[in-house]
């Protein structure tokens, strides 16, 4: 008990030490830049799809949830590409590999507390991780590359091991080996699905009230309707932002109501693009609207090389000479950028290099109709039945309807089949369904370029039910050797190597790229756009960014 | 929006008309007759009738409208072309992707949508879309309505039993939901029954489920009038005469019942119009690219605020053609049978 009390005391000064550290010298970096701290803001959004750690797969669920469960690493509240920097989260560091990169260890900073008061133990961890493969969450594929992840999975038993993750409670150490090096381990880590969270508070079935530990705290009043964020008192972990405003109601809204809100100051930010409105929106209210390419993002069409007529190279490469970007960009409300890079510009000295030229022409310039046209005649597949698939998330249908019609320009005949977006990849990834081509579209999980590749193009992405390898074959057909020999590596000291994968993926025409989206930011006349507006490359936006006037 | 119509009912077949016939004084005039002179008297029915039917031709005129004056077709996209209006050159869609509004000339008379296809042209291929659904429903339902409500009033016991039960079953269900759980179904992966195969984009799939959906609706009122008429003389009459159940259903039964079907046909219409286009603006009805008034109207909805033609104009030629059909099929209510309580509910 004395034992007890002695360490109790001087946890208790530890925690004061640093919070005296922090508030002298950390100050100003933790909370993100300038702007005024308080106050309350409503934001509109569409709600998340899951307010679950390890079940949440959208854009509108990583942005609150980030702010709730913080991984031992985790991401810099920047914007920019400071934002992509990993930095020290619930562990002392951002650990070093070790074991020729297959080894991970982290400390825990001492005397941690969940928002329940619960003690942060290193064992929480191995929980959160069993919890994810366990419960299939969107982002279990990121942890199979921990030892015996895959075979914990198989077992389907929730008590079993993973003996690839070792603990020490007493010490506050987590040792994570891999089955073989992975660059992108570390930046898996970093988001909200892998954060620590009390191994007795997290069953291990879908939860809406699982305690985390980061700036903020989660109540849900609705979970189809509104959730407020308040600022957790006496959060301070040196580097992460604390927050500045002290209370968000996000409500849930459609989008046009959303953006007449913004505008008339009811609500001070929507996490939805203003599509409808957008012209009016740019030219009206340029003060507190932006478009930005983060976070990084690419959208093209997927061709089953297993299926009629996309099996063909010649009918893949028409496609991609009758792409036009400009119509397509008339379709996205102009927040197109043409590319034929599948690897976006964001990328730039992790991969990313420009194509030009690019092999199916110009993305800027005129599709080549007859090219393709002369391309389907030799295929003998001139009048082929052709379904394209889309969802019904706007602008979607219309993306579909452009493709339709393009494939019919070039000598097929062609339907589109749009269905709703909650069942779109699940469908189109079932092998039953044998989808022909469709839309799809990537935004980054973590900054690395395999997080492009591998989720959509290798091996790995086929054996998963459903698949997400929508090509249904490795693309290029060498991928996985390509992407086993450039995992280990850092993507800054491989970049050369993943440009050549982009381009050959690209000059083989396997798939058909035309663009990455603007993301938008919109805000009411109360927010401090010019301080605060908090674009993430990861979060899309960093709610503990934004600050009031 | 209540769609459905109401079930009650007093139409009591030839013997009203004659009835009606002598009190005023027009005897010699058969039933049929004094009715479409009843319906001549009335000039707001006959003037929505007129109305109906020149939608119809508008939109039987569609492809001579899309050929010879718009130069396009219902689902061509336009999205980098431009259209000189006024002598000036102007984007379909501009690089912001507003569509162009009506311009009033043969080329997006009415103006374009997102995709930078010709509304015109849209609107009245999509109204031969909606008629076709509207009037084929209205007929199938009426069809297998007349046989189950037939056999069922006429054989009462089991076979009333299970067809009754049956159509409980389908009213149980709201008419939307019902529609949208079997369109959503059947979209993915059509229908097929037996040798019998429809495609899950065809446009039979949403006649289909619309004309099942109401059949209820006709078949448990027709259903009633049976049980009251088996019981008449002259059904006594023909039995005696060793007519069979065939013979009498079809010889007694079937004419008078004729005035309630005919009643029945343009307020299903109405309904059957409106359901397709209610399940096609949720995207359970008719399939993209192929318009109807309801997809217009869905695709037209995300642009409200700046384009607000897109919806407004396929929303007007709805209520339109719905409320011409409805007036229309109320007066030929009243000409029919001037007692009659058979209505829509609103």
């Known amino acids: ?549 | 929006m209540a769609t459905e119509p109401a079930t009650e009912f007093a139409l009591e077949g030839p013997a009203a008309f004659e009835e009606e016939a002598k009190r005023a004084k027009v005897a010699g005039l058969g039933p049929w007759r004094l009715a479409m002179r009843r319906l001549r008297r009335n000039k707001s029915a006959l003037a929505f009738g007129a109305l109906f039917l020149v939608i119809v031709a508008m939109c039987l005129a569609a492809p001579l409208w899309a050929n010879h004056v718009a130069h396009t077709d219902a689902i061509k996209n336009h999205l980098t072309d431009t259209v000189k209006v006024g002598g000036k050159t102007k984007d379909v869609v501009s690089p912001d992707g507003k569509p162009i509004g009506p311009t009033w000339h043969g080329r997006f008379f009415l103006g374009a949508d997102t995709n930078g296809r010709d509304i015109a042209v849209r609107l009245l291929y999509g109204g031969r879309t909606s008629l076709t659904i509207g009037i084929g429903a209205a007929l199938i339902t009426a069809l297998l309505s007349v046989i189950f409500g037939v056999m069922a009033g006429y054989f009462r016991g089991v076979t009333d039993a299970v067809i009754s039960r049956s159509l409980d079953l389908i009213w149980s269900f709201p008419v939307i939901l019902l529609g949208v759980a079997l369109g959503t179904a059947l979209a993915l992966g059509g229908l097929k029954i037996g040798p019998i195969e429809i495609e899950g984009d065809s446009k039979l799939i949403p006649t289909l489920i619309i004309a099942i959906v109401y059949i209820p609706y006709m078949a448990r009122p027709i259903r009633g009038q049976v049980l009251a008429l088996r019981e008449k003389e002259f059904v006594e009459a023909a039995r005696a005469q060793g007519a069979g159940p065939l013979r009498i259903m079809f010889t007694e039964i079937l004419p008078n019942l004729s005035s309630t079907i005919v009643v029945f046909v343009p307020l299903m219409m109405a309904n059957a119009i409106l359901l397709e286009a209610a399940l096609s603006f949720l995207g359970a009805g008719v399939r993209p690219p192929n318009p109807s008034w309801g997809t217009m109207i869905g695709d037209g909805v995300e642009k409200i605020i700046t384009a607000p033609h897109l919806a407004i104009v396929p929303g007007v030629m709805l209520v339109l053609t719905v409320l011409a059909l409805n007036v229309f099929g109320d007066g030929v209510r009243d000409a029919l049978d001037p007692r009659a309580k058979l209505h829509l509910e609103h």
């Open chain 1, 1 to 549: 008990m004395s034992k007890l009390g002695l360490r109790g005391v001087l946890l208790a000064l530890g925690v004061l030490a640093m919070a005296v550290a922090a508030a002298c010298g950390g100050g100003s970096s933790s909370s993100g830049g300038g702007g005024k701290s308080g106050g309350s803001i409503k934001i509109g959004s569409v709600l998340p799809d899951e307010y679950d750690p390890v079940m949440f797969q959208t854009v509108q669920a990583n942005e609150p949830l980030q702010l709730v469960y913080k991984g031992l690493v985790t991401y810099k509240d920047a914007e920019g590409t400071e934002g992509n920097k990993l930095i020290p989260g619930l562990a002392t560091e951002v650990p070093k590999p070790t074991n020729g990169g297959k080894t991970y260890t982290f400390t825990l900073r001492k005397g941690l507390k969940y928002s329940d008061g619960e003690p942060v133990k290193a064992s929480d961890y191995e929980n959160t991780i069993k919890r994810l493969l366990f419960l299939g969450g969107p982002f279990s594929s990121f942890a199979t590359s921990i030892k015996g992840a895959t075979e914990y999975q198989d077992a389907k038993k929730q008590d079993g091991d993973i003996s690839g993750i070792t603990a020490d409670d007493a010490k506050g150490t987590i040792t994570v080996n891999l089955t073989a090096p992975d660059s992108q381990y570390l930046y898996a880590a970093g988001l909200a699905n892998q954060a620590p969270t009390p191994a007795k508070k997290s069953p291990f079935k879908k939860s809406n009230s699982i305690p985390g530990i980061g700036p903020y705290t989660i109540s849900i009043q609705n979970p189809s309707r509104q959730y407020t964020l308040t600022k957790t008192s006496g959060f301070n972990i040196p580097g992460i932002s604390k927050g500045k405003v002290d209370k968000m109601t996000v409500v849930k809204e459609s989008v046009p109501k959303m953006t007449q809100d913004v505008i008339d100051g009811k609500l001070d930010f929507m996490t939805e693009d203003p599509t409808d409105q957008l012209a009016e929106v740019k030219s009206k209210y340029k003060d507190r609207f932006r478009e930005d390419p983060n976070p990084p993002n690419t959208y093209w069409f997927f061709m089953n090389h297993t299926t009629p007529p996309f099996d063909k190279a010649e009918v893949r490469q028409a496609v991609n000479y009758a792409l036009d970007s400009k119509a397509l960009q008339r379709v996205f409300n102009g927040r197109l950028q043409p590319t034929c890079n599948f690897l976006p510009a964001l990328y730039a000295g992790m991969g990313y290099k420009k194509i030009d030229p690019c092999p199916w022409g110009d993305p800027n310039g005129k599709p080549d109709i007859a090219k393709a046209k002369q391309l389907v005649e030799k295929s003998g597949d001139k009048g082929m039945k052709v379904t394209v698939w889309a969802n019904n998330k706007d602008p979607r249908p219309a993306i579909a309807d452009y493709y339709r019609d393009m494939l019919n320009q070039i000598g097929f005949k062609a339907s589109t089949k749009i269905i709703d977006q909650q069942v779109y990849f699940g469908t189109v990834g079932t092998k039953k369904t044998k989808a022909q081509t469709g839309f799809t579209d990537w935004f980054q999980d973590f900054p690395h370029p395999n997080d492009f590749f591998e989720p959509n193009l290798s091996s790995a992405a086929l054996s998963s039910s459903p698949v997400f390898n929508f090509e249904y074959a490795p693309t290029p057909p060498d991928i996985d050797a390509t992407l086993k020999k450039l995992k280990p590596q850092k993507p800054q000291d491989a970049s050369d190597q993943w440009a050549a994968l982009d381009k050959k993926l690209i000059d083989n025409g396997d798939i058909a790229v035309y663009g990455s989206e603007l993301s938008t930011s919109f805000f009411s006349e109360r927010m401090d756009f010019q301080n605060c507006s908090g674009v993430h490359p990861v979060y899309k936006n960093d709610f503990a960014l934004f600050c009031l006037k």
